[in-house]
């Protein structure tokens, strides 16, 4: 078995950061930071009280799947940053950020046990349920059990959180509601409207044209789109200190002049002013319509009428409700 002397030196440093002490742990990639995590990280800090402990995330950057599979269809929730801090947002005394890399990837699920029971000192480990981990992803829930009673640990496994209409929360269900449009549904589970940060880059100018100016944002290559349509939502200019502003939010590939490569333009309504180079965050409130193809300019730009009195019409109902 290998110690904490022969982890990888990224790993060591990883844990040299934290507090001393006992500590009730759980473990994951904590992609989106939801619901279901976040009842997760209540139960642990909960345990960590009780223990007169304290509580620690153990989560990986990049996500493994970029590292194990770099060639695979992988959609992110979070960047890096916002995971941090939503993890700090919750409560967590203590997280581990370890760089996932293949020389990490190659301990067994006993050596990474015995890597955080050494650095750790954990009272409990939580998982969730379906956590894989350790090389090959051979270890699991039951791993972290059965390993705790040799190495002096509780260890347990939590069931998947279920929302108030009955549908498991995860990551992955996540993300398939996004591809569907179904931006309401991932708020519903991720505990906040979902947001898209990009840098706002130069177009074809099309929009203005059209009387309708856009910001064309330029994503990461990993960012979770939503699926092809309209969107009411809010924009939010980093570098300026300013209230979100209003916005159709249209994403694909302009059926209409070129169904070309798939964008993300947002139309800022009452907004006139440059925004090149600057980020721009975008937050989905609510599907308007899917993307299609219109016979004439003239019809399309009839329709983006209708779709700005329905994005302006969904937004002052969504107002009204946050106020109450």
Same mark, same amino acid.
């Given at each position: 078995m290998k110690s904490m002397s022969d982890a990888p030196a990224p790993v060591k440093a990883a844990f040299e950061r934290v507090c001393g002490g006992a500590h009730v742990v759980t473990i994951?990639?904590?992609?989106? *930071? @939801? %619901?279901? @995590?976040?009842? %997760?990280?209540d139960i642990v800090r909960g345990r960590a009280a009780a223990e007169g402990a304290r509580s620690m995330v153990i989560t990986f950057e990049p996500h493994p799947i970029s590292v194990l599979r770099p060639d695979a269809p992988f959609d992110r929730l979070s960047t890096p940053e916002l995971k941090l801090s939503l993890l700090e947002a919750a409560g967590v005394d203590d997280i581990v950020v370890i760089p996932f890399d293949h020389a990490f990837a190659a301990l067994s699920p006993e050596a990474f046990l015995r890597l955080v029971v050494e650095e750790a000192h954990p009272v409990a480990i939580y998982v969730g349920e379906g956590f894989r981990f350790g090389r090959a992803r051979a270890g699991d829930g039951s791993t972290i059990v059965e390993h705790g009673r040799v190495l002096g640990y509780d260890g347990q496994v939590i069931t998947r959180l279920a929302d108030e209409h009955g549908e498991v929360v995860s990551s992955s269900a996540i993300r398939q509601a996004l591809r569907e449009g179904a931006v309401e549904r991932a708020a519903r589970m991720l505990g906040r409207r979902y947001r898209l940060r990009g840098t706002v880059?130069?177009? *074809?100018?099309r929009g203005r044209e059209l009387g309708y100016p856009t910001a064309n944002l330029h994503l990461p290559r990993w960012a979770c &789109?939503?699926?092809?349509?309209? /969107?009411?939502? /809010?924009?939010? *200019?980093? #570098?300026?200190? #300013?209230?979100?502003? #209003?916005?159709?939010i249209y994403i694909g590939t302009r059926p209409t002049f070129d169904?070309?490569?798939?964008?993300?333009? &947002?139309?800022? %309504?009452?907004f006139d002013g440059d925004l090149y180079t600057l980020d721009l965050e975008v937050e989905f409130v609510a599907f308007v319509r899917g993307d299609m193809a219109f016979d004439s300019v003239e019809d399309l730009v009839a329709q983006i009428a209708d779709d700005e009195t329905k994005t302006r019409a969904r937004l002052l109902a969504e107002a009204s409700e946050d106020a109450r």
């Open positions: 994951g990639n904590f992609d989106g *930071v @939801h %619901l279901g @995590h976040r009842f %997760l990280i880059e130069h177009g *074809v100018a &789109v939503p699926g092809d349509g309209i /969107y009411a939502g /809010y924009a939010h *200019v980093k #570098q300026r200190a #300013q209230q979100p502003m #209003q916005a159709m169904n070309g490569e798939r964008l993300v333009e &947002v139309n800022i %309504l009452d």
